[in-house]
């Protein structure tokens, strides 16, 4: 199952507890470009995050054995209609959204349908949407981990999975702000992985965490993360 093997990614960064992902993938490879076409060493992470980049990634999942279980114990969101488009102008998503998220893993739109998720290997409260056991969007904020050491850890964890045929880093904008960008393709399910490391405007030793996992037909989630933002007024 893809969160199994996106958990065992983020607890070998070694970041504080640990970080997670979840859901499952399958699909074919999206027709959109969704990064770099060279593949990075983990030597060249510095290099390569210190020239500015206009690609953006896909996540997606590895596929589950189950679908994920889902809960209705929140009360949901306002529903409005829109357009969200990344920053690179590849991704817009057009129809019902929902604000998720709060003020200690901060917000991001999200497709109306998408659902709260809760993962049994969760142990340090992430904020997690899916829409059936492959498309899933995940929140989070570390304190005690600089976006920079961040990144190297998870490029370094994701290095070294297996069927990680590409994995590419990037500076991308999030939401208005500078962000890390990881990349991943898995070859065994031909799915996706993007994660954002976004500085935390208010403390150089904390980042949040954006992570998209998804099908093909679900790339126009990558739009959703232009809403970005650590805090709601």
Not at 81 to 101: C, I, P, Q
């Amino acid at each position: 199952m893809q969160k199994k093997r996106v958990f065992a990614a983020l607890l070998a960064a070694g970041i504080l507890l640990g970080l997670a992902g979840c859901g499952n993938r399958k699909a074919s490879a999206p027709e959109k470009k969704m990064g770099k076409e060279d593949q990075t060493t983990a030597v060249e992470v510095t290099e390569a995050l210190e020239t500015e980049s206009e690609t953006t990634g896909v996540t997606t999942a590895q596929a589950a054995e189950t679908e994920p279980e889902t809960t209705a114990e929140e009360t949901e969101p306002e529903i409005t209609s829109g357009t969200l488009t990344d920053a690179s102008g590849d991704f817009t998503y057009t129809g019902e959204l929902k604000w998720v998220g709060d003020e200690d893993h901060g917000y991001l739109q999200v497709p109306a349908d998408y659902t709260i998720f809760h993962d049994v290997d969760d142990q340090i409260g992430l904020v997690q949407y899916c829409k059936g056991p492959y498309n899933v969007v995940t929140l989070h904020r570390f304190t005690g981990a600089p976006v920079e050491e961040a990144t190297q850890n998870f490029y370094a964890s994701m290095e070294a999975e297996d069927n990680c045929d590409k994995l590419e880093v990037a500076k991308v904008q999030v939401g208005g702000y500078d962000a890390n960008q990881i990349y991943a393709y898995y070859s065994d399910t031909a799915q996706y992985l993007v994660v954002w490391l976004i500085a935390d405007p208010e403390d150089d030793q904390a980042c949040y965490y954006l992570a998209m996992e998804f099908t093909q037909d679900n790339a126009d989630l990558v739009g959703c993360s232009a809403s970005f933002t650590p805090h709601r007024d």
